[in-house]
């Protein structure tokens, strides 16, 4: 399976909103809620920031957003931040039983 | 609070083996699903598999069926992931990660990392 198409980087200034986007294959992203985003920074684990979609762990904060429409999902960063500037990864469940993640996307903040 | 505390960096040679080991704290580790992720240096992250810790039953990804295995010591709430027959592109960082309340659908937790060097 191939990895899941994302931006290889996007960026913004503080105080803008970005949207990263994720796309795949009815097979992967367009057949099962099961999209998740991780934030990475360097030399760091990754950390959940989006689960199913559109859901939130503890602990995150209310600026990051994820949705989905047919094959693409995509993850919304409001209120740009310093902090934020980091690789972002998405995963979805797939067809195959698997988690296929994408081939991240360097954020970085003006 | 969750933790997942991997074993040590690692250098091997071509053809070798190597094990590494993750230790879960501060949760029943009978509950969620461990999967285990790599990524290369500068590159991005590769699902490996997983394996269901109460049942023992694994599955991995098509690419690594033949050279990896999983296992868990539920005593000591422990996971393992070997590989075999490495190859200089198996260099990377490894990591374990915690299945989510779904078990196979994402991930919510992660190991530190290990970092498997293969040269010879």
């Known amino acids: 399976q191939s990895a899941l198409t994302q931006p290889a980087s996007v960026s913004g200034s503080p105080g803008q909103s970005i949207t990263i986007s994720c796309t795949g294959t009815s097979s992967d992203v367009g057949g099962y809620d099961y999209v998740s985003w991780y934030q990475q920074h360097p030399g760091k684990a990754p950390k959940l920031m989006i689960y199913a979609v559109n859901n939130r762990p503890s602990g995150v904060s209310n600026r990051f957003s994820g949705s989905k429409s047919g094959n693409t999902a995509s993850l919304t960063v409001s209120g740009l931040q310093a902090e934020d500037e980091a690789d972002y990864y998405c995963t979805s469940y797939t067809s195959s039983s698997t988690l296929l993640f994408g081939g991240g996307t360097q954020l970085t903040v003006l | 609070q969750v933790q997942l505390v991997q074993s040590g960096a690692e250098v091997k040679k071509p053809g070798a083996s190597v094990k590494v080991s993750c230790k879960a704290s501060a949760y029943t580790f009978t509950a969620y699903y461990m999967h285990w992720v790599r990524q290369a240096p500068g590159q991005g992250l590769e699902w490996m598999g997983r394996?269901?810790?109460?049942?023992?039953?694994?599955y991995s990804a098509q690419k690594f069926q033949d050279r990896v295995t999983m296992t868990r010591d539920t005593s000591i709430s422990a996971a393992y992931m070997e590989l075999s027959s490495l190859r200089s592109d198996d260099t990377a960082v490894y990591y374990c990660?915690?299945?989510?309340?779904?078990?196979?659908?994402?991930?919510?937790?992660w190991g530190q990392g290990t970092l498997v060097t293969v040269s010879s």
């Open positions: 990660a915690r299945g989510g309340a779904s078990g196979t659908t994402f991930i919510d937790y």
């Open positions: 394996i269901n810790p109460n049942s023992g039953d694994t």
